[in-house]
């Protein structure tokens, strides 16, 4: 069952939102040769602390770290550690805030320094696909007008969405209903309506679709070891239109 939120409902995530977006853009600022995913784990950690909230992440399903760090061919869920991030590298941070109760999570993935075309093509393609779908985010368009636009952001650029891996619902639980898959058809799923919230999540591989799950049981990689990339919105359904309450791309 989706769980619509009243405006008052929507008022608490926002709030969420600002401080989840605040700190992807600070995270996004450390992101230089040498720094551990570790280092970036802590700073997060403080500055959602600082802020009179909670990451939503730590200890969420036994999940040891505060965010999840991802590089290169890693999409999703990198528990944060020794790693140290080089010139080159892309990285995802995703990064989930509970504030008074209430959820916000979304996720961007950041170029190390320079970065080869092909990561630079793949980033682009899989922020624009994030992009599409929240634009479909109207009431009376379907969840499948979601899927679609991002499915044709990404394969329009030659990438590969991955199936098994999908986005969701939220609220005052990190994963609600629906179930938000990066790949559909135009007009078909529930019909969007206002107070319904979404993160919208393209995870997109550089080569094929398929993935496999790392021997920490955690970390989801590209089965071709190719590059993969991540970026996240939650996103508002209103009269006006789609709401993204995790503005990490406004500066």
Same mark, same amino acid.
């Given at each position: 069952? +989706?769980i619509r939120k009243?405006? #008052?409902?929507i008022e608490?995530?926002?709030a969420a939102g600002? +401080?989840q977006a605040?700190? $992807?853009?600070?995270?996004?600022?450390?992101?230089?040769p040498g720094?551990?995913?570790?280092?970036?784990?802590e700073?997060?950690e403080r500055? +959602? %602390?600082?802020q009179g909230a909670?990451a939503s992440?730590k200890?969420?399903?036994g999940?040891p770290?505060? +965010?999840?760090?991802?590089p290169?061919?890693?999409v &999703?869920h990198?528990i944060?550690g020794?790693?140290e991030?080089?010139?080159?590298?892309?990285?995802s941070?995703?990064?989930? *805030?509970t504030?008074?109760?209430? *959820? =916000?999570d979304a996720?961007?993935? &950041?170029?190390?320094?320079? *970065?080869n075309?092909?990561?630079? !093509? $793949? /980033?682009? %393609?899989t922020?624009?696909a /994030?992009l599409?779908?929240?634009?479909?985010?109207? @009431?009376?368009?379907?969840l499948g007008d &979601?899927?679609?636009?991002?499915q044709r952001?990404?394969? /329009?650029e030659?990438?590969?969405?991955i !199936?098994? /891996?999908?986005g969701h619902?939220?609220?005052?639980d990190?994963?609600?209903?629906p179930q938000i898959p990066?790949?559909g058809?135009?007009?078909?799923?529930p019909? $969007? #309506?206002?107070?319904?919230?979404l =993160?919208?999540e393209p995870?997109?591989?550089a080569?094929?679709?398929e993935?496999r799950v790392?021997?920490d049981?955690? =970390?989801?990689y590209?089965?071709?070891?190719t $590059?993969?990339a991540?970026?996240e919105?939650? &996103?508002?359904?209103t #009269?006006?239109? @789609?709401?993204?309450?995790?503005p990490?791309? #406004?500066?």
């Amino acid at each position: 069952m +989706i769980i619509r939120k009243t405006p #008052e409902q929507i008022e608490r995530m926002a709030a969420a939102g600002v +401080i989840q977006a605040r700190c $992807l853009r600070m995270l996004r600022s450390k992101c230089h040769p040498g720094i551990t995913t570790a280092e970036l784990d802590e700073a997060a950690e403080r500055f +959602i %602390a600082s802020q009179g909230a909670e990451a939503s992440f730590k200890g969420y399903r036994g999940f040891p770290g505060s +965010i999840c760090t991802s590089p290169n061919s890693m999409v &999703v869920h990198g528990i944060p550690g020794v790693y140290e991030l080089k010139r080159g590298d892309i990285i995802s941070l995703d990064v989930g *805030v509970t504030k008074d109760g209430w *959820v =916000a999570d979304a996720a961007i993935t &950041v170029p190390v320094g320079p *970065v080869n075309s092909e990561a630079r !093509r $793949l /980033l682009d %393609a899989t922020r624009q696909a /994030l992009l599409a779908g929240a634009g479909q985010v109207r @009431p009376r368009n379907r969840l499948g007008d &979601v899927s679609a636009a991002i499915q044709r952001q990404v394969e /329009l650029e030659g990438f590969s969405i991955i !199936r098994s /891996l999908v986005g969701h619902g939220i609220g005052r639980d990190m994963h609600e209903d629906p179930q938000i898959p990066n790949y559909g058809e135009p007009g078909k799923g529930p019909e $969007l #309506e206002p107070g319904m919230l979404l =993160a919208l999540e393209p995870m997109v591989n550089a080569g094929g679709p398929e993935v496999r799950v790392g021997e920490d049981n955690w =970390a989801v990689y590209s089965a071709d070891g190719t $590059l993969a990339a991540h970026f996240e919105f939650t &996103v508002a359904v209103t #009269e006006d239109g @789609p709401r993204v309450l995790t503005p990490w791309h #406004e500066e």
